[in-house]
């Protein structure tokens, strides 16, 4: 073999190698708030003015009064010939709300919820202990991402 197809052959192997080696796996580029989240029934929407959580976990407690905002479900509207997809959000009934917790983990969490009905009338004191869950949406070379949701409904509160 010439010194021309020895490097050619060189360079093909050299060229080759890279694909024998794992290639490091790119993150999604997004952030992650940890807290609890918080659904109201469609259904016991309207029962509903204010809302207050109280979430203990690790023998921290946060507490807050919750922004409630109108929920929405994806409605998808198909695709076309060329792949192309797509979807829009519709209202559902539900309220929807989240309580920051940046120190959340896999621990019980005890939330505690209290509230006024559009008359002004307590609502019924509603407290769950529960434990969040954790999983690796993005695989595991990117991290644990530990989540708390909630529903609220007329029976109670309940984990998602």
């Known amino acids: 073999m010439g010194r021309i197809g020895l490097a050619l052959t060189l360079a093909g192997t050299a060229a080759l190698l890279p694909g024998c080696f794992p290639e490091p796996v790119a993150c999604p580029a997004i952030g992650h708030v940890a807290g609890l989240s918080l659904a109201v029934s469609a259904n016991y929407a309207d029962d509903v003015a204010s809302l207050r959580l109280e979430a203990c976990q690790d023998g921290l407690c946060t507490e807050e009064d919750?922004?409630?905002?109108?929920?929405a479900t994806a409605v998808d509207q198909g695709c076309t010939p060329d792949g192309v997809c797509s979807a829009t959000s519709?209202?559902?009934?539900?309220?929807?709300?989240f309580l920051e917790l940046p120190a959340l983990s896999e621990s019980p969490l005890k939330a505690t919820l209290t509230g006024t009905s559009p008359t002004g009338i307590a609502l019924p004191v509603r407290?769950?202990?529960?434990?969040?869950?954790?999983?690796?949406?993005?695989?595991?070379?990117?991290?644990?991402?530990?989540?708390?949701?909630?529903?609220?409904?007329?029976?109670?509160?309940r984990q998602r």
């Open 127 to 157: 407290t769950l202990t529960f434990t969040p869950t954790g999983d690796y949406p993005y695989g595991e070379q990117c991290g644990r991402v530990i989540t708390a949701a909630l529903t609220l409904d007329e029976a109670g509160l």
């Open 90 to 97: 519709s209202p559902d009934g539900t309220l929807q709300a």
């Open 66 to 71: 919750l922004m409630l905002n109108p929920g």
